[in-house]
């Protein structure tokens, strides 16, 4: 008979372990009196259920993608009734599984779920969704307590339910699973191909993606339509274990999903590619290439729900499944009283190497804090915390989207993930970024080889738009400390900074320029030269700021009295501190960064002074306004126009004029 | 014999096409006397040369990776001297093949092929390599006349590849095959996976990829190591004819090319594996990850010279496949004299779809012109585009990073690319849009469904950091109109525009405020409300600008006089006209943005007043300074604080101060 079934099957198209679900039907038929049968005739009523209050939903808001939710429903009904281990009541029970949508555009999918479990009521789910002040939005945020991770922008949440997935293998250890619902669309991201690559790598058994192969995209088929086994050949060949079904056929679903619950031999995780109908429940519209994204009208959507049998409000009870209660690991081994690393004045230390040090130090101390690298770690030093903490350090190799994205997942488990790539590399991952910021998680990133002053590697390599890029991220910190101490300082704060918060770092050693017992708070700004003479304000930050200190030392040998600020806090910016110097200098002011001209350190003083109404400026902004070629870091300083020379020059100018 | 010889190389696991191999094989015999022997020996002289010569540079140099370029410097020799059909004294004749050196920091190789191929001096290579002010700069750039697009971030170079392919194939019809050299680490990145996906999708079988497997990345082995197997599992499950060889096995590569130069009956892409080792040549550091970027010191780079056989000069000469040589294919169809649409005043058109007409007219009249979108061209309207010249439009489906690397790769074959999808989503090839501006191409890009105007579909679809971003970029141009007369003007100026300009659009239909005889010169503004008696300016851009003519009409009623400027240009934007203006209104000045408060229009009106020295300024900057959730499009510009009772309050409160 099993044999019969696994045939059948594979006729079918479905690569399904059978004797595992046999064994779970088993489990059941001793446990329950309801046969399978009665089981799925359930499920159809709630599968029918969530495509109804899709439809409502959508149609309610007059936005929306009801056909996109409605080709996922039969997968959403078999998963929530019969495999999510999930306890509705306590979303922060730690053996919770995860439910991640990709497909983030499919919400009323997402939020009918909500309803089908009974945390959302029917008129919250109606009334509320894409509504201003609500939080059934648009596309799913963690403003609900059943949603991990912000999606929409396609490509991510399966890349994010990597990192929740590497969190539950490796650090919590706990068996709950991450599943992932994916549109088939977004597996044109590459980044898809990264999360599986790295699911594989790290032998995620724990991490099930569906993907709801619908055909359909937003303009038309997608590039792979139905071909479910080409799909299936590129998931195997990255590393997973594959199924293809009908995503339709609620037996095929569940059997599929059974199996994939079973840990896989080769600890692969599993993807199984199912074959569906966009706007499935609804002849009308089923397949059609022109209701992508649209809601029905009301004419519509009364007949829809007509033939699909009806409002209902049923509520999942009896079918669930349970999550695994896991005792508490118990407390966390008390922290190590490892210090802040500290430098002796006028040593000459890189700040990538605070950086790796200070990680590394506050890693002892904080055992959530975890660190990930995209495969140059012997550049930002994240090393050191690999060496020291070896189980909280993931490699991503080259893969920088898929390193924000699994931190994020990591934020969402607790965690406080420290990312680290070159600056310039950090731009690869920027949508990623921004989304991290949608999930509302705290995330330190960290870029190395900032500017021009990295030398001869060329344009490729130097950050250059790093700080615009996370300044214009909604809550974000920015900081760009010059010496090893303030490196150090800045660390321990991101260790406790709430949302995106970046550190951008250099190259070369330099002196270090603060005492160890120095503090650095966010938002501020050290005064390096002051006197009551002062005629003109330097402002740099990182790099910069040496050449504002040798530039205040020449221009005191003419005579010129400079303040040196030094601006390691580029968001927030220290106001109070500009407003000082540049009233105690007549309004002149020399700022001077390793950065384009546009949305950096020149853009942030420029904001700031002009937000509080200063007195009339007189401002010379020095910023990397050419294309970079290869060079010394002297000679690239230089062609900039960002070293002492032009430094001293656009201050006498100021002066003189 | 020739089935003796398949059966070999199979069990070499060497997978080609022998018959076609042995094709050539008999060509070249019957039409010279040297034998396939003599002349691979040659060929290992030039790898023993192309490694010394990449010694020498990275030694003189005192950096730079040699030992990358030491791993592919047979693939490099027996393609320069057998197989890349290249005029060097011609970089640009149509008909050359192309050569992408994906696997930018392998420049040291890439130079010692230019010395081998005559059209750089031994004394170039040695002394010019990662100078100041010299072209042979630490990674590829268009600086040099026969690189097409600059590399150095990994992954960008194959994406880019696709495009020259594309023009290739489709726009110029010409039968040159692309080259590109690819590293192994690099194929982490989700970008290279997107690149073979759209070869494929597009039947590439003119882009011939080699993976230079050596097995080490930065710190140490790479994901798959040396499984060329697994890769090229992966890369034929994404659509590629692949090959696996020993890359240092000089037959064996021969044999990979020959085979790959052969179409392919299913009109594939072709990728060949190649097991290589790094530092190959150099006894003492072979495959140790140690070497990694690293130059040798003059003791070490003087034994591995002389163990390579000393310094040699030889220039290829006889060997050289030529490339052939086609007709010119006569002059382009004279341009059609469609004009630019044109629209009533008052009439509601939104600026995305003006954005659609335009580019679809400009495209009638510059044959140059191509569109390429990311699945939403319904949305962004480049579907009009693609409507009325389907033969200039590549759909690149959901793919941002592969569609701005393709546009890269079209505008270094001399196309007028126009790149579309939301502004949200070209967040997701920042690393791409900085990497063609060092490339030097000219590329338009268009970011449609900019800020929180769009409503319901919450902060994931939203670009509030796209003006930012953009600004950032070296050499860029970023324009943001309000109407559509305006946007099809740029549109217009953005077809001769240089380096990287973009183009925000809005979602909704707004009135046209233009007469189609208004010019809009980048860099410039418009006043659109003005008097001599006005008291405060009002600046906005795009939605922002309705709000401020809205604002200013009722300031009016309460006697308050406003003047208004559309910034239509920001990037550069028109300083004449904001000087003009705070002085007139007393510094009072009011900026409007639908955007993150960092880097864009504030940004860029306080940078430019403080540039010049503009008196006192009394100046709020109204933006999007919260994290927006879903609702109306007035909802939403209402919480954000930029409508036109944000704007009336603001003024007021400047004038009332």
Redesign the interface.
């Known amino acids: 008979m099993a044999a019969a079934v696994a045939q059948q099957s594979e006729q079918d198209g479905v690569v399904a372990d059978h004797h595992a679900y046999a064994g779970i039907l088993r489990t059941m038929a001793t446990t329950t009196t309801v046969t399978t049968e009665t089981i799925l005739d359930e499920v159809a009523e709630i599968a029918a259920q969530l495509r109804v209050d899709s439809i409502r939903a959508s149609t309610s808001?007059?936005?929306?993608h009801p056909t996109s939710s409605m080709s996922a429903a039969d997968l959403l009904a078999v998963l929530i009734a019969r495999h999510l281990r999930y306890d509705w009541g306590d979303p922060g029970l730690p053996d919770n599984d995860r439910l991640v949508f990709s497909k983030?555009h499919a919400s009323p999918l997402l939020y009918a779920v909500f309803k089908a479990a009974g945390v959302v009521t029917d008129e919250e789910l109606v009334a509320g969704y894409?509504?201003?002040?609500?939080?059934?939005?648009?596309?799913p945020?963690p403003?609900l307590p059943w949603v991990d991770v912000?999606?929409?922008?396609?490509?991510q949440g399966l890349p994010a339910g990597v990192g929740i997935a590497l969190a539950g293998k490796y650090l919590e250890q706990r068996p709950y699973r991450v599943w992932v619902l994916c549109g088939d669309?977004?597996m044109?991201?590459?980044?898809?191909?990264?999360a599986l690559?790295k699911a594989s790598?790290y032998k995620l058994s724990n991490l099930i993606a569906l993907v709801d192969v619908n055909r359909l995209?937003?303009?038309g088929e997608?590039?792979l339509g139905w071909d479910v086994d080409?799909y299936a050949?590129?998931a195997?060949?990255?590393g997973a274990r594959t199924l293809t079904i009908d995503g339709h056929d609620l037996t095929q679903i569940d059997r599929a999903l059974a199996s994939a619950e079973q840990p896989d031999a080769k600890d692969r995780p599993t993807v199984i590619f199912a074959r569906t109908v966009k706007g499935r429940g609804f002849g009308e519209i089923e397949d059609s290439p022109d209701w992508h994204g649209k809601p029905f009208p009301p004419d519509m959507a009364d007949r829809a729900i007509a033939g699909l049998g009806g409002v209902r409000h049923r509520v999942l009870q009896g079918l669930r499944p349970e999550p695994t209660r896991r005792a508490s690991r118990g407390t966390a081994p008390p922290a190590a009283t490892r210090p802040r690393p500290t430098y002796s004045l006028g040593q000459k230390v890189a700040t990538r190497k605070a950086y790796g040090d200070a990680l590394t130090a506050l890693g002892a101390r904080d055992q959530r804090v975890v660190a990930l690298d995209g495969?140059?770690?012997?550049?930002t030093y994240a090393?050191e915390f690999a060496r020291d903490h070896p189980n909280r350090y993931f490699e991503m190799?080259?893969?920088?989207?898929?390193m924000v994205a699994a931190a994020t997942g990591l934020a969402a488990r607790g965690y406080r993930p420290f990312v680290s790539t070159f600056a310039?590399?950090l731009?690869?991952a920027?949508?990623f970024i921004?989304?991290a910021?949608?999930s509302?998680v705290d995330l330190a990133m960290s870029g190395s080889h900032a500017g021009v002053e990295i030398?001869?590697?060329?344009?490729?390599?130097m950050g250059?738009?790093d700080l615009?890029?996370f300044?214009?991220?909604?809550?974000s910190t920015v900081l760009y400390p010059s010496d090893a101490t303030s490196t150090a300082a800045l660390v321990d704060a991101m260790g406790t900074t709430t949302g995106i918060s970046y550190l951008r770092t250099t190259r070369g050693a330099y002196p270090v320029l603060y005492a160890e017992d120095e503090s650095f708070p966010i938002g501020g700004a050290k005064v390096l030269r002051e006197d009551d003479q002062d005629q003109v304000t330097l402002v740099g930050a990182g790099i910069t700021l040496y050449a504002c200190l040798e530039a205040a030392d020449r221009l005191a040998q003419g005579g010129i009295h400079a303040r040196v600020l030094d601006c390691y806090s580029i968001?927030p910016i220290d106001i109070n501190a500009l407003v000082a110097a540049v009233t105690a200098t007549a309004g002149r002011i020399v700022v001077a960064e390793d950065?384009?001209?546009?949305?950096?350190l020149?853009?942030?003083v420029?904001?700031a002074?002009?937000?509080v109404?200063?007195?009339?400026?007189?401002?010379t902004?020095l910023a990397v306004r050419?294309?970079p070629?290869?060079?010394?870091t002297d000679?690239?300083l230089a062609?900039a126009g960002i070293d002492a020379d032009h430094i001293v020059a656009a201050a006498r100018a100021l002066v003189d004029h």
Chains 1, 2 share one sequence.
């Open positions: 808001a007059g936005s929306g983030g894409r509504r201003f002040d609500q939080r059934l939005q648009g596309h945020t403003a912000a999606t929409g922008s396609l490509g669309s977004e044109a991201e590459g980044s898809m191909w990264e690559d790598y995209g937003q303009r997608t590039e080409r050949r590129r195997e060949a990255f495969e140059v770690n012997n550049s090393e190799f080259i893969a920088e989207q898929q310039a590399f731009t690869r920027y949508d921004r989304m910021s949608v509302g030398g001869a590697d060329g344009p490729s390599q250059l738009e615009a890029m300044r214009a991220v909604h809550g968001k950065h384009h001209p546009e949305g950096g020149g853009s942030a420029a904001e002074l002009v937000s109404g200063a007195p009339k400026l007189h401002l902004h050419g294309m070629g290869s060079g010394s000679e690239q062609w």
